[in-house]
């Protein structure tokens, strides 16, 4: 069983040891007052010296603790608005800089600044921002100390730009797209990195050693910001769009055009409720312009998970996630909720035949009438996501040759609900949460019945580091019920997740009658999480009649699966080289 690591973990002989040298550093930033900073990556203006450089970097890849092989410093302020940060890369032969041209938060190997900023000052959560020689941009949003979603984007500023000696990047990332605690004085996290691609090194100013688990939590301290105040944060976006699709194949005895107009509205509206709560709503929202999904193709009896890339479901994203495995296996993606359920294409397919040969239009998707979210971090610690979304009732138009048409349909008017909360102790380094789902679909018509009803679930889970951050406890169980007519309890019972009929399963046989099945999973885990010597053990339990697929995502069920992980780390180069182990996931 391979355990989910952000850093790559290599079996090897350790030499010799490396003492833990984490150091804890500050850097205190100053207000404008007035001054004013164009944002061309020169770092020109009398402010970013006034504000004081830090160059006190230390090098953790490929050789921890040691010094870096060239200069990098940076500096900070701010306004009432926007925080800044100006950092600057020397290169002793500036032709080995290495800046690749991409689509924004692609990484490719070139240079790169990043700043990290941890505003809840929780040591879980930070918004990461990075810019390569050329100005391509990336951002991250960080949580549970060392989870990445990199589909999270934010609006904010950034330039590059070279000068003699090296390169130099300019950063204005606007309050209003961290989230933060309404106090006079403000401490948050701060970290600042520098890849040197030719020399394989990454560079930080906060260090700490590979032999220690996390990576929010080993951050600096930004202090000195002083009466930020409550950011007014209000979007309103309205959309309409018009669309012409165009074919051959639309002519039809029914339809003799070779095209389709196809037109809509909705409106987008975010609303900041304090700096650190925000509540989104949506009607009728426009995915238009989101990133398709990759192609493929899937032979199996069970479904593609697809990541979330819809920009309403990505806020907060990481307040509701509530995972159900442990590790990086067929596991790791299951889940209470799972966010492509909302607005899935329909369960059902218009059934034209039995009335004679017909000419189908039907959507792809279903509609999302409108659907309203309230996510964030209260100062005491507690992480709150609500979320209620309503998709409408879908139907396909059937028309025949002889002008007759009728609609039937194909996906039941739906109303989706998720509540989940969670509580930070001993600055983060003890969680405990829980979840709350419910689904329910108006079904009125028979053909449907084979859908459940109403579909329920509830979980709690829990995290906890302890023995100097050297081990850590984690574990959880979640129950389901969902509820239907028999003919839908009987699909879910034969379904590829569950396949009550198998010969081979002599404690379970399919019920008939059933009006509803319930189930359980549960999961217990312990790792040593630092050290030369790496290891953990636990195990996970799924019921035969555990189903979350209504709003969650699973896969097989009935299971019960124990593991043993162990490796041996070699931070320092030694006599055996099998790899190179890196701090930082890149995809």
Not at 474 to 496: C, D, E, K, R
Request: glycine letters at 8%; proline letters at 4%; hydrophobic letters at 35%.
């Amino acid at each position: 069983m391979k355990i989910n690591r952000r850093r790559l973990t290599y079996i090897s002989i350790l030499l010799f040891n490396v003492p833990n040298f984490a150091a804890e550093k500050e850097y205190s930033s100053i207000p404008l007052n007035g001054d004013h900073i164009t944002i061309d990556g020169l770092l020109e203006e009398t402010i970013w010296d006034l504000a004081g450089f830090r160059h006190d970097f230390i090098q953790r890849e490929p050789i921890e603790n040691t010094s870096p092989t060239e200069k990098t410093e940076f500096a900070v302020c701010y306004d009432q608005d926007n925080l800044y940060v100006g950092i600057k890369a020397y290169n002793t032969d500036p032709s080995t800089i290495k800046g690749i041209l991409t689509r924004r938060d692609e990484w490719s190997p070139s240079d790169w600044l990043y700043v990290f900023i941890d505003s809840y000052n929780d040591n879980r959560t930070a918004f990461e921002f990075g810019l390569n020689p050329l100005g391509v941009k990336r951002d991250i949003r960080w949580s549970d100390d060392e989870s990445a979603d990199r589909n999270w984007d934010a609006v904010w500023e950034g330039k590059a730009a070279y000068f003699d000696g090296g390169w130099s990047a300019e950063f204005k990332i606007p309050f209003r797209e961290l989230r933060f605690v309404e106090t006079e004085y403000q401490t948050w996290g701060l970290q600042i990195q520098r890849e040197i691609v030719d020399n394989n090194e990454e560079d930080y100013w906060t260090y700490w050693s590979k032999d220690d688990q996390g990576f929010v939590r080993h951050f600096g301290e930004l202090n000195n910001l002083k009466n930020i105040p409550q950011q007014k944060q209000i979007q309103i976006i309205p959309y309409t769009t018009g669309q012409m699709e165009q074919s051959d194949l639309y002519i039809n005895p029914v339809h003799p055009e070779n095209y389709d107009l196809l037109n809509t509205i909705g409106l987008d509206v975010k609303y900041g409720v304090t700096n650190n709560l925000t509540l989104d709503i949506t009607i009728n929202p426009d995915f238009g312009q989101v990133e398709a999904d990759p192609a493929e193709l899937n032979l199996s009896a069970f479904e593609t998970y697809f990541e979330e890339k819809r920009p309403f479901f990505v806020e907060g994203g990481n307040i509701f996630n509530y995972v159900l495995g442990i590790g990086d296996g067929d596991q790791s993606r299951n889940s209470l909720f799972y966010t492509r359920r909302i607005g899935r294409s329909p369960h059902y397919s218009a059934n034209w035949g039995e009335y004679g040969d017909g000419y189908v239009t039907e959507p792809s998707s279903t509609r999302i009438l409108g659907a309203a979210k309230l996510s964030g971090k209260t100062s005491k610690g507690w992480s709150i996501g609500i979320l209620n979304a309503v998709t409408v009732e879908e139907k396909a138009l059937i028309e025949y040759e002889d002008g007759s048409e009728f609609n039937q349909t194909i996906e039941p008017l739906t109303n989706y609900f998720v509540n989940r909360v969670q509580k930070d102790f001993r600055e983060g380094k003890t969680t405990i949460g829980g979840i709350v789902t419910a689904t329910n679909r108006k079904i009125d018509d028979a053909y449907l019945d084979w859908l459940h009803s109403d579909a329920y679930s509830a979980g709690i889970d829990f995290s906890h580091l302890f023995a100097e951050n050297k081990y850590m406890l984690l574990g959880g169980g979640a129950f389901t019920n969902v509820i239907g007519s028999p003919n839908a309890i009987i699909n879910t019972q034969t379904g590829s997740n569950h396949y009550f009929q198998r010969s081979d399963a002599d404690h379970l046989k399919v019920d008939s009658t059933a009006t509803h099945l319930s189930g359980f999973t549960e999961n217990a885990a312990i790792f040593k999480v630092s050290g030369d010597w790496r290891w953990g053990f636990g195990q996970w339990v799924f019921s035969p009649g555990f189903e979350a697929n209504d709003l969650g995502y699973h896969r097989d069920v009935d299971n019960q699966v124990q593991f043993v992980w162990f490796s041996r780390q070699e931070n320092e180069p030694g006599k055996y080289k099998i790899g190179r182990a890196s701090c930082r996931e890149r995809v």
